[in-house]
């Protein structure tokens, strides 16, 4: 299955990120096999950076490094989906400045909720950064049910069990980017959540 065939958007209304960056995961993927979705913000300004890319993107970099940090051995975005993680992001268009609108992560989050639909045995959804938080509580809301993460700073929330329909959920920050390298102080964090991530998806 190739998630880019089956979801997209239509008439791309929202005003404050970059359409001619939209992007969706188009890498060949077995639903049955993924029991991890991780979340991160946007899609990047350069497409040669996304996941799937392929050769050195720098989503690839900062996402391999993370696992690495996190104990488990990987090489690459393909070692990462071998494991039963599904790499994707909450805005599909790149941004155009530091933030993200309300409006526009909620657009986006009926993209990420029939993404989401097409995995039915995900055991653990990764929410990678605010964005992506936001997007996952706007499905929530959506639904009729409360927002499935409280509002405070990540580090205060982080390590909690939190469950959308009986998917154990974590919130941590964003792995994908410069960023990545740059805030060393929650590489550690990063590598926790990932680390009790895969965890839980094995048990």
């Known amino acids: 299955m190739r998630v880019s065939q089956r979801v997209g958007c239509k008439g791309f209304p929202c005003a404050d990120v970059r359409h001619e960056c939209f992007i969706l995961p188009d890498v060949d993927v077995k639903p049955e096999a993924i029991s991890i979705v991780m979340i991160s913000e946007a899609a990047p300004a350069n497409p040669g950076d996304?996941?799937?890319?392929?050769?050195e993107s720098l989503f690839q970099q900062t996402t391999v490094q993370a696992f690495?940090?996190?104990?488990?051995?990987?090489?690459?975005?393909?070692?990462?989906?071998?494991?039963?993680?599904?790499?994707?992001?909450?805005?599909?268009c790149g941004k155009t400045g530091y933030g993200i609108k309300?409006?526009?992560?909620?657009?986006?989050?009926?993209?990420?909720e029939k993404e989401l639909a097409l995995f039915p045995g995900v055991k653990v959804l990764m929410l990678m950064g605010d964005v992506a938080i936001k997007a996952l509580n706007t499905i929530a809301r959506r639904a009729g049910e409360k927002s499935v993460i409280p509002a405070g700073s990540t580090y205060k929330i982080r390590g909690q069990a939190y469950f959308l329909h009986e998917k154990r959920v974590f919130p941590s920050?964003?792995?994908?980017?410069p960023s990545f390298f740059i805030e060393k102080s929650k590489r550690q964090?990063?590598?926790?959540?990932?680390?009790?991530?895969l965890r839980f998806a094995a048990s």
């Open 102 to 112: 309300t409006g526009t992560i909620n657009e986006c989050s009926l993209i990420l």
């Open 173 to 177: 920050y964003l792995q994908a980017g």
């Open 189 to 197: 964090m990063i590598a926790e959540d990932i680390a009790a991530a």
């Open 50 to 55: 996304y996941y799937y890319a392929g050769g």
């Open 68 to 92: 690495n940090d996190a104990g488990a051995h990987v090489s690459s975005v393909q070692d990462i989906v071998n494991l039963g993680v599904y790499l994707t992001t909450a805005v599909k």
